[in-house]
T-cell receptor, first 111, second 113 residues
């Protein structure tokens, strides 16, 4: 099915561990973004990309890195996990002519 | 500083009646507005959008109204159905810049049978 695919769906990390959340889209969209959703906080932008090789920071970038080597993939790296990064993470993509399409999310718990 | 505000955390309506969800924004550069619907354990799904050159956009039971002078938009759902029960997020973008979306905190809509 066409859309945005996120892996894994669930993850438990220990404080200090690193990991990469994967995101892939097969719609040839230019724009991709990572959001986190926390209770009572809505969706907050972590990093975004307007095309391969181009990334920029969003509202809450600290502790996260991204890269965009291809149009399809936009991985999010947690450098050293902290309990404050416990959240649900959503990846999204858009071609600018329509609203962003979101993945189903990754639920991350840092203990 | 919250640029997109949804001041009602929750709303409860009866099936068949109208649901009105409100959203305010502060950034005058925003020129494209969207509503997303989110069920638990799923990603947000696009519902309807409106450009700042319009003041109304309809799609079936869903209508979005934009009042630029008041920096206010609203989503009307008529008639409301139990399956509409979800969290609704308002989002805004400055399309002349980089098309990143800024979201409100969401409103939980409950439609009672």
């Amino acid at each position: 099915n066409a859309g945005v695919t996120q892996t894994p769906k669930f993850q438990v990390l220990k404080t200090g561990q690193s990991m990469t959340l994967q995101c892939a889209q097969d719609m040839n969209h230019e724009y991709m973004s990572w959001y986190r959703q926390d209770p009572g906080m809505g969706l907050r932008l972590i990093h975004y990309s307007v095309g391969a090789g181009i990334t920029d920071q969003g509202e809450v970038p600290n502790g996260y890195n991204v890269s965009r080597s291809t149009t399809e993939d936009f991985p999010l790296r947690l450098l050293s996990a902290a309990p404050s990064q416990t959240s649900v993470y959503f990846c999204a993509s858009s071609d600018r002519n329509y609203g962003y399409t979101f993945g189903s999310g990754t639920r991350l718990t840092v203990v | 500083d919250q640029q997109v505000k949804q001041n009602s955390p929750s709303l409860s309506v009866q099936e068949g009646r109208i649901s009105i969800l409100n959203c305010d924004y502060t950034n005058s550069m925003f020129d494209y507005f969207l509503w997303y619907k989110k069920y638990p354990a799923e990603g947000p799904t696009f519902l309807i959008s409106i450009s700042s050159i319009k003041d109304k956009n309809e799609d079936g039971r869903f209508t979005v109204f934009l009042n630029k002078s008041a920096k206010h938009l609203s989503l009307h759902i008529v008639p409301s159905q139990p399956g509409d029960s979800a969290v609704y997020f308002c989002a805004a973008s400055d399309t002349g810049s980089n098309y990143k979306l800024t979201f409100g905190k969401g409103t939980l809509l409950t439609v009672n049978p």
